[in-house]
């Protein structure tokens, strides 16, 4: 546990250094994250000037999911899209013979060796706009629902990361799908908005079959403690489903390390 | 005149067989195309149908359906990536092989650009169909605007084209500024009437969505086809206007080409 952490936190290292040499596009990104948040601001303030509410949903609850979607979004762009984009490349090129060579369990070593690190101000930001709109709405920020909001937010990262691990162990198989990330994006633009704008049966599919709402709307749902628009046992169930996908994601990747037999020479 | 129709037309078919390799590939870029509109108008007739008169920004459910219908086509064919590229071309050195042709660069971009469009089309009509069946719009367009819509179509991707192309020549001085690509397509999605129709903007929005070119890219040729644009004269107004924003850029274009090319150092080998 402790060479666990020992070795996430050199790899954190490393990746600062390697950002730190490019300091004027550190400072361009950040612009870039405020600009983006500001884009999003711009469409809530769109949304609700033509209408209160959508389906119960106001000004301060699609704070909060601008929020989660933004620090989700940020979490996934600063330590899942990297690491995984390295595995395509590194099963396309042969090159995953030199992670397989370590004496690190595989999947824990794909999954840590790059951080972007500048995508924390998404994070940040994202949580500050959330604080916001749990203040608006509550008049502060209460601490039991807090607690329960960041397990869901775990519980969200951990389904997500399962997700991308099952798309690039697809890679063994399908060497030429680079995009393949692109099902994953496409799929997560149905999570800027709270699942109840969709139809029923949209919403049965985005909640039981592609877990989205456990991702953006559930956690938002969870933080402002409103029994109407989340069931109670979400979070329990928000848990279990993590459980299940990164399990089933490491059978998975298992499964597809066998079939690797290297592509370099 | 001739011979660069006849090698436009190699690039067109060298094109055409590189996107059906890759099919699989560019049918996922494609996806985005069908699932963002479609979301939009999920949350827009929700909220048209949350207010009490069921309609919001003056577009009943029915209407919004028609507009994203509408939009979800126009956007996949006035669908344009240069504003992205041109850095990558640069830094790996491939726009340098590219300028030794005797053709500009941008004939390859622009047959590249129908490539993709023609390629995806099996896969994206069908989909249209599926989606307008799902949602039902209310279309109320006569002939003359859908006839007219159509040139409005075509001129505001040409519009979105050379405007994306020109923006892409930034990329000559800032080989690392890849952000731009994404302000640009983000200005075309909020003020091109994309993210919601212009009239549902908040004033200072819609003001500065009135001056810059976006608009007519995308919400003009929308509105024009869907039957909101209402006299022919305003239709015919509009697509001046769309003109005029395509003479202007392509000029800039040639300026800003020249000047480029002056600066420009290749890269890599």
């Known amino acids: 546990m402790i060479r666990a952490i020992k070795l996430i936190l050199l790899f954190a290292r490393v990746s600062v250094q390697n950002i730190a040499a490019y300091r004027f596009e550190m400072i361009m990104r950040s612009i870039m994250s405020v600009l983006h948040l500001g884009a999003e ?36 762009r600063m330590s899942i899209v990297p690491n995984m984009r390295r595995v395509f490349d590194d099963i396309r090129d042969g090159t995953l013979d030199f992670v397989l060579l370590k004496p690190v369990n ?17 994070v940040i930001l994202g949580a500050a706009v959330a604080v916001v709109g749990c203040v608006m709405l509550l008049g502060r920020v209460p601490p039991g629902p807090a607690a329960v909001f960041v397990v869901m937010l775990a519980a969200g990262f951990a389904i997500v990361y399962a997700v991308w691990l099952i798309l690039a162990t697809l890679c063994f198989w399908f060497v030429r799908i680079q995009n393949i990330e692109m099902i994953f994006w496409n799929v997560f633009e149905a999570g800027r908005f709270p699942i109840v704008i969709y139809r029923p049966w949209v919403q049965w ?5 592609v877990p989205l709402a456990f991702i953006t709307t559930f956690p938002a749902g969870v933080l402002f403690g409103d029994s109407t628009m989340v069931p109670r046992a979400t979070p329990l169930l928000a848990v279990l489903v993590a459980v299940v996908l990164l399990v089933i994601s490491n059978r998975f990747w298992r499964f597809g390390l066998r079939h690797y037999s290297g592509a370099s020479g | 005149m001739m011979r660069v129709l006849r090698a436009f037309a190699a690039y067109h078919r060298a094109g055409v067989q590189t996107m059906f390799q890759y099919r699989a590939e560019i049918v996922l870029w494609a996806i985005w195309g069908l699932v963002n ?27 919004f359906a028609a507009y994203y219908f509408v939009l979800m086509i126009v956007g996949h064919l006035a669908a344009a990536w240069d504003a992205y590229e041109m850095g990558y071309l640069i830094r790996t050195g491939q726009l340098s092989s590219l300028l030794l042709r005797p053709l500009l660069p941008i004939w390859k971009a622009i047959a590249d650009n129908l490539s993709y469009k023609v390629a995806t089309l099996l896969f994206v009509v069908p989909m249209w169909f599926v989606f307008a ?37 930034v990329a000559f001085w800032a080989t690392k500024l ?24 908040p004033r200072p929005v819609y003001w500065i969505a009135a001056c810059l070119p976006f608009r007519w890219m995308f919400a003009f040729p929308s509105e024009l086809l869907m039957g909101r644009t209402a006299t022919v004269a305003e239709a015919v107004a509009g697509l001046a206007i769309q003109a005029a924003w395509i003479l202007g850029v392509i000029a800039a274009f040639k300026v800003c080409w020249a000047v480029a090319l002056k600066h420009y150092t290749a890269v890599s080998g």
């Open chain 1, 41 to 76: 601001l711009v469409g809530v303030w769109t949304i609700f000037k033509n209408t209160q509410s959508l389906q119960g949903w106001g000004v301060p609850h699609m704070l909060v999911l601008v929020g989660v979607y933004r620090i989700i979004a940020g979490g996934i």
């Open chain 1, 106 to 122: 595989s999947q824990f070593l794909v999954s840590i060796r790059e951080f972007i690190v500048w995508r924390i101000a998404d």
């Open chain 1, 205 to 209: 599919v985005l909640t039981f079959i």
């Open chain 2, 37 to 63: 509109p479609a979301v939009l108008y999920a949350m827009w007739s929700s909220a048209a149908e949350s207010n009490p008169d069921h309609t919001a920004a003056g577009f009943s459910r029915g209407e």
């Open chain 2, 133 to 169: 069946w799902v949602v039902r719009p209310e279309f109320k367009a006569a002939w003359w605007q859908l006839g007219l819509g159509a040139v409005a179509l075509v001129f505001g991707a040409i519009l979105n084209f050379m405007l994306g192309y020109l923006v892409s020549l």
């Open chain 2, 178 to 201: 890849d952000a731009m690509g994404e302000v640009y397509f983000g200005l075309g999605m909020f003020l091109g009437g994309r993210f919601a129709p212009l009239e549902a903007l």
